[in-house]
């Protein structure tokens, strides 16, 4: 058996070394592509959110390509990879990817995914130097990415848990209507962060206010939320805090509506993928949302390319809306970073992007060299009724948008980090 | 604590009650024909969707009764072309052949609907507080959610009792193999009791769609309950399905509704359990998190210790 | 054990929901006999032989099998402590072969029980012990046919040779020669006769012929109740059986 | 036909035979696992190869349930799972000896071991209630095993380690045999080993008093009875031994994974391991060896190919349920026996015709199928979509007439005239089918 294992063995060796020898030479070529694998859910309950990534993703390479010329004059071409949201699948696919030679990794639906990717990322670049890869995260904030559990191979795009849940608090902070807070979130990990965070910083800012209950529900099983509406309405709550997405925000936030429920919703997804549709006119003035970023607030802003960028998106996708604003300053800082050194090694590459400050039309985005966490200016808005002035644009062409509250400069997000960065050779 | 009470009883009742108009067809199919149908849920599921784009053009009230004929319909089909063909080969293929199904079903939504909720809405008739309690307002769709419940209720079991097939499929029940003895075309039955219990579930779709999302996932959603519903009540028994909903509706509210866990009974006792002992996380679960763990529970007790449920006649 | 009895019925009495179809048997087995049980179509008789044999549970009255109880035990343990009983219809392993359902019979009494560490065919014993029993049955040519392949008259004989292949001392036989031609019942008989030598048999049968023929001993079971047990030249000239049951009967 | 049949009808023939007929499949096997790496190079196939091994394992110890003692389970992932998760504790916990250097941990050969025992633990204690009864009511438990187990998963996180799972690193341990395993070819050797160790094992399991009791229990439990076997302590039996090879089988997935989550104990892989089974064959030993290749192929390779594919996939199964119940291996075996026995003789033009029109047809629904989900899903219908060899636009009629029409002439010439053609031509050369 050894003598076949060390036959197979060398085999492979030379098998494998001519594949390399072969993507070597198709590299040197200047007009092949930068490959950017794209691995989220395509087919299975969440396909819907990877779908709409993917519209993101394609049309900031397309119009990259088209207006900048690519990277290096090299096309950015986007690999959709179908990871079934299941962290086991990612890491196939993550290598995968790098079998065929992608440098580049994205994703960002789920922090178990993101955690299983920086593992395998993490795990393959210090057993395979030669052939390493960069895991760009777009969307996953759990805190622990950027703390405990860092990598160098991870850079994240989003503003983490911990940073939204400050801005919130911050907000909340000047809110003199706000007394009683109740914290609804799902029963894993990222609702866990947001209800120990709100807890933690609302003690901190605003010791008067009382925290007047707390429940975890099971994620995405919950089909009919008025049990908890029945708990919200006797505890007194005039405030709810929570990190829910998609249904599980949809269906609170409708029964809260069909129960007569009067309290402020302030969330961290509330436009996002199919809430504003399904909410409606349900939400306007109770329903706040922190992001880096709205569709109105080009408008209010008066940043003219910026509305460009999304109204483009909504000629090419009338069904959606452009929502992933990070994933055009992750595609133009890539693009810096590559080309500060004429390089799409991940070692060069991720050496470029630490410490990156950058000035994207929305603002200054800057990339933390301590754990690699994104500081961008973050925005509180609340839903509100599509007036053609300020709330110019709705979302999902349900007839309300989002207007602005508040802003937080990126330089008051900074947050303290434990991350303690292993360093590759 | 009336409050509380209340609200469970409300929310439960509703709950139920859907819960019984998807386990009432489930129950005459397994009770009848054996067949454990797994895609019983995704029929459900396609009665929510087909009212929805039937609605788009015929309004709501002709769709609440055209989708659950289309379903049965389909569910007529699917009897006679796939489950006939494979009742040669025994029961464990037959409820395969609807495990397959039901992967089958939800993928052919999401190739035709797309993945996101529909904008299923309910008709503006029924979009009204009916009254209000404690200060909540109670919609006037979920009282007509109720009477539609106990209409077929009513229905079905005057059908059961009171007609020539209704007494058909009841001899069945107990003695499928009487019913054949009778000289009845057994798989003609078979596939009129497909087709009525796939309705069945169809019509808690058109309602339970608008109540709850129209989703390509809702079908898995409500398939283990089902099932649960289903064994508790006792196969083929309408009353016991109907009183194992209740159950179970109301159970599963109530443990959302209260803040309780098993460290609440020791502190009557005066006993606490440390933090960091082998069992805390046990100790301190709230009932919230056991909720969804709950139906599993029943459904192994049930099978465990009463396998004929609460009316069932026969064993599982 | 009580006086060389090998089977003691008491106040033996099974009832579903209100009918009564076994009401009140006392019957003795004695050690050695051959036992057959007559009587009309609907007396009990295989009620009587699934209480026995533990398939049903009794509503009152006690089973003993060489002294120790066996009622409401578990079929298998009936199976354990000596008692093994045929079936009225075919029942055996349909898909395996005859040699596999000799031996399956063979496992439990020759003490292999639930092992797996170690292989059926390496067995020497059980195959020896099964090929002696195909020799008896007269099935070696039949040695690999699943059994659901052989004929009916075959079947029948392979099911008496699972039956005591176990080893057991008390054999229960149900109507082992239902649906035969009389040379083919013949047979039977004679197979019978040479393999319960050293065991105590009850029989079920119908055809007098077979049971005048074989039996040490006859019990008349009519309607729930044994009216006479007696040797069988006692029994053709006792009354009540004739009326109840001889003067009635086709055969 | 059972395979048990198959055995005894070799089991006649002289002894010199017996071996060489029995072993060379296992030989054959054996030789390709070990070179299938030399093909299939990258680190992708390498890993599919391992996670092959791993459902190999997990769907024969499944088919002892299904195949052998006839009990439907649907919920076999928490054996597999909570020997995962239990063999992740014990790699973990090797990993932190190691790197503390306190001691010397589990050697990583053993791990698929530790693995098991924690599969026959639970199976122990889930199965001493689940045995009970057989049919449906065994399948409904099963149900509500899994049920439970999966959605007390994310509750207890110190053990499951919540929705991110848990992580190990297989280069931190102690090898037996002081072999690295950081490169996945390595552990792919170490697969292999276990999947021979264990198809061994549960095949000689099948040839046992208990294996034996498990088919007869499975086809007449009454009788099994009357033979003096509690058909309950056989169920349970049966059960543990199961439960404690998918737990080698979670042993091998933390190896090559290096992670575990929830979706290793929950419905889903059940539902996975059971297609497996079924595609592949139940009745036959090498059933589910097929059916997990095949379905781990699928899955690992199909994804990338079609947005269709678990649409393909439900079709597959139901197809299989319909009409091929015993499952490739059963239709292969069947053929190959029909062909050794001459069935074949001049019917081979008219099989061949039926296959071809049956391709045909098959080109016809995907065609229809990939159509339908670039009009349906896409952003952007009108964009040319790669069919095959051509290029076509789904808004206009064309492609879909043609393939429509596709479609209709081969599964009408397969259906009307090439099957009775082939029913004819059985009939003249006067075999069965």
Request: net charge negative; hydrophobic share 45%; aromatic share 10%.
């Amino acid at each position: 058996m050894s003598q076949l294992q060390k036959k197979a063995g060398l085999l492979t060796k030379a098998v494998a070394g001519v594949a390399l020898g072969l993507s070597a030479l198709t590299t040197a070529q200047a007009e092949d592509p930068i490959r950017i694998a794209y691995i989220e859910p395509l087919s299975g309950p969440f396909a819907n959110v990877g779908e709409m990534g993917l519209f993101h993703f394609r049309y900031t390479a397309d119009r990259i390509n088209e207006e900048h010329g690519g990277i290096m004059g090299r096309p950015i071409e986007i690999v959709p990879m179908d990871n079934r949201q299941s962290p086991s699948e990612s890491a196939q696919l993550v290598q995968r990817a790098i079998d065929q030679g992608i440098q580049f990794v994205s994703q960002g639906n789920g922090s178990n995914v993101a955690g299983a990717i920086v593992e395998t990322v993490d795990r393959h670049n210090r057993r395979n130097p030669d052939r390493r890869a960069l895991y760009l995260n777009y969307a996953a904030i759990d805190p622990a990415l950027t703390n405990d559990r860092c990598s160098f191979w991870h850079f994240r795009f989003d503003a983490e848990s911990r940073i939204k849940m400050a801005a919130l608090s911050d907000f909340m902070m000047g809110e003199e209507d706000v007394k009683k807070v109740y914290l609804l979130n799902q029963d894993y990990s990222h609702g866990h962060v947001v209800a120990a965070e709100a807890k933690r910083m609302l003690a901190e800012k605003r010791p008067d206010v009382e925290i007047v209950g707390e429940v975890l529900h099971p994620i995405g099983q919950v089909r009919d939320f008025s049990p908890y509406i029945s708990r919200i309405r006797q505890s007194g709550a005039d405030s709810v805090i929570t990190g829910n997405w998609g249904n599980d925000l949809t269906l609170l936030i409708r029964e809260a509506n069909s129960a007569g429920l009067d309290v402020n919703f302030y969330t961290y997804y509330g436009g996002g993928l199919g809430v504003p549709a399904a909410v409606g006119d349900r939400g306007i003035g109770t329903l706040f949302q922190i992001t880096e970023w709205h569709s109105n607030l080009p408008v209010e802003q008066g940043w003219a390319d910026n509305e460009e960028w999304l109204v483009g998106y909504k000629e090419r996708h009338p069904e959606t809306d452009w929502y992933y604003q990070r994933v055009y300053n992750m595609f133009m800082m890539l693009k810096a970073a590559i080309e500060a050194d004429q390089s799409t090694d991940p070692l060069d590459v991720a050496m470029n992007l630490r410490g990156m400050e950058w000035e994207s039309p929305t603002g200054t985005v800057y990339i933390r060299e301590d754990d690699h966490q994104v500081h961008q200016d973050m925005y509180i808005s609340v839903m509100a009724e599509q007036d053609g002035d300020q709330v110019k644009h709705d979302t999902e062409n349900s007839g309300v948008g989002f207007r602005t509250v508040a802003k937080v400069d990126w330089q008051d997000t900074v947050l303290p980090t434990s991350c303690n960065m292993r360093m590759p050779r | 604590m009336l409050e509380t009470i209340t609200y469970s009883l409300l929310n439960g009742l509703l709950y139920g009650m859907l819960l019984f108009m998807l386990s009432s067809g489930l129950t005459l199919i397994f009770g009848m024909m054996g067949v454990l149908n797994f895609a019983h849920a995704s029929f459900y599921m396609l009665g929510a969707y087909f009212a929805y784009t039937l609605g788009m053009y015929t309004g709501f009230w002709v769709a609440l009764f055209l989708a659950p004929i289309l379903v049965g319909a389909l569910g007529a089909m699917t009897e006679r072309w796939g489950l006939r063909h494979v009742h040669q080969h025994g029961h464990v293929p037959e409820l395969l052949f609807t495990f397959g199904l039901a992967y089958v079903i939800e993928e052919l939504v999401r190739l035709f609907y797309g993945t996101l909720p529909m904008n299923y809405r309910m008709p503006e008739g029924l979009d009204f507080t009916l009254f209000t309690v404690f200060g909540t307002s109670y919609p006037a769709f979920r009282a007509f959610i109720l009477v539609v419940a106990v209409v077929m209720f009513v229905g079905l079991y005057l059908l059961l009792k009171k007609t020539r097939a209704g007494l058909i499929i009841q001899g069945s029940l107990s003695r499928p193999d009487i019913v054949a003895a009778l000289g009845h075309n057994v798989p003609q039955v078979f596939m009129w009791v497909f087709a009525f219990g796939t309705a069945l579930a169809a019509l808690g779709g058109v309602v339970g769609g608008i109540h709850f999302v129209t989703e390509p996932g809702m079908a898995f959603m409500m398939g283990p309950i089902v099932f649960v519903v289903v064994v508790l009540g006792g196969l083929g028994s309408i009353p016991g399905a109907l009183i194992a909903s209740m159950i179970i509706g109301i159970l599963q509210t109530f443990t959302l509704s209260v803040d309780f866990s098993i460290a609440h009974v020791g502190a009557w006792f005066g006993y606490a359990v440390p933090p960091d002992h082998l069992f805390a996380t046990l100790w301190y679960l709230d009932s919230t998190r056991i909720a969804p763990v709950l139906p599993f529970l029943i459904l192994v007790l049930t099978l465990i210790f009463r396998p004929r449920g609460i009316m069932g006649k026969r064993e599982a | 054990m009580s006086q060389g009895n090998a089977l003691t019925l008491s106040g033996l009495k099974k009832n579903f929901g209100r009918a009564e179809i076994i009401r009140g048997v006392d019957l003795d087995v004695r050690d050695g006999e051959r036992h057959v049980i007559i009587g009309p179509n609907g007396a009990g008789k295989s009620t009587l032989f699934n209480l026995i044999s533990g398939r049903m549970e009794v509503s009152a009255g006690e089973i003993k099998l060489f002294g120790k109880p066996i009622h409401n035990t578990p079929p298998h343990k009936v199976n354990r402590m000596g008692l093994s009983r045929s079936f009225q219809v075919t029942n055996l392993f349909q898909n395996m072969t005859t040699m596999q359902n000799l031996r399956c019979a063979l496992l439990w009494g020759m003490g292999h029980k639930y092992a797996f560490w170690k292989l059926v065919n390496k067995q020497q014993e059980v195959t020896e012990r099964a090929e002696q029993l195909m020799e008896q049955l007269n099935l070696t040519h039949r040695r690999d046919v699943p059994a659901g392949l052989l004929t009916y008259a075959e079947q029948r004989a392979l099911e008496i040779g699972t039956t005591i292949g176990s080893g057991a001392r008390v054999l229960l036989l149900d109507e082992p020669t239902a649906g035969m031609s009389r040379s083919e019942s013949d047979e039977v008989v004679e197979l019978i006769r040479q393999v319960t030598k050293d065991c105590t048999l009850v029989m079920v049968e119908h055809d007098l012929g077979v049971v005048f023929n074989l039996a040490d001993r006859i019990s008349v079971l009519v309607y729930g109740e044994i009216i006479a047990t007696d040797a069988p030249e006692n029994i053709r000239s006792n009354k009540a059986v004739q009326e109840a049951y001889l003067g009635t009967e086709v055969h | 036909m059972s395979t048990v049949q198959q055995e005894t009808l070799a089991g006649s023939k002289s002894a010199g035979n017996i071996w060489v007929k029995r072993a060379w499949p296992w030989l054959a096997c054996l030789v390709i696992a070990l070179l299938a790496p030399t093909v299939l190079s990258s680190g992708h196939d390498i890993h599919m190869l391992s996670s092959m091994a791993i459902m190999m394992v997990f769907a024969l110890a499944y088919n002892m349930l299904l195949g052998n003692t006839g009990l439907l389970s649907f919920g076999h992932a928490v054996y597999f799972g909570f020997g995962a998760y239990i063999a992740m504790h014990a790699l973990r916990w090797s990993n932190n000896a190691v790197l503390d250097g306190t001691g010397y941990g589990v050697p990583i050969e053993l791990i698929p071991l530790v693995g098991g025992l924690a599969g026959l633990f639970f199976g122990i204690i889930f199965g001493s209630f689940s045995t009970k009864k057989a049919g449906v009511v065994f399948a409904m438990i099963s149900l509500g095993v899994v049920g439970l187990v999966e959605a007390s998963s994310l509750a207890f996180t110190g053990f499951f380690g919540g929705e991110a799972g848990l992580f190990g690193d297989r280069e931190d341990v102690n090898s037996l045999l002081g072999i690295e395993y950081g490169r996945s070819l390595t552990v792919y050797y170490l697969m292999v080993f276990w999947l021979f160790v264990c198809a061994l094992l549960m095949f000689l399991l099948r040839k046992t008093p208990l294996g034996w009791m498990a088919n007869a229990v499975r086809d007449n439990p009454e009788r099994a009875q009357f033979v003096g076997y509690n058909t309950t302590t056989v169920r349970f039996m049966q059960f543990s031994l199961s439960a404690f090879f998918a737990g080698v089988a979670g042993g091998m997935f933390v190896l090559v994974e290096e992670i575990v989550t929830d979706e290793a104990i929950g419905f889903l892989l059940s539902g996975e391991v059971l297609l497996a089974a079924y595609i592949g064959g139940i009745g036959f030993f090498f059933g589910p060896i097929v059916g997990a290749a095949l379905v781990v192929y699928l899955e690992s390779n199909l994804s990338s190919i079609s947005d269709a594919w678990l649409l393909y996939f439900g079709i597959l199964f139901i197809t299989v349920v319909m009409f091929a119940p015993m499952g490739i291996v059963g239709i292969i075996y069947q053929q190959w026996f029909n062909f050794r026995s001459g069935g074949w003789k001049g019917t081979i033009p008219a099989r061949l015709y039926c296959t071809v029109t049956a391709l045909i047809g098959l080109l016809g629904f995907i065609c229809i199928v990939e159509m339908a989900y670039h009009y349906l899903r896409s952003w952007n219908p009108s964009a040319p979509m790669t069919l095959f060899v051509t290029t076509v636009d789904t808004t206009t009629a064309l492609p879909w007439l043609v393939s429509v029409a596709i479609l209709l002439v081969g599964l009408g010439l397969m259906l009307f005239h090439a099957r009775p053609m082939l029913r004819r031509a059985v009939e003249a050369a006067g075999g069965n089918k």
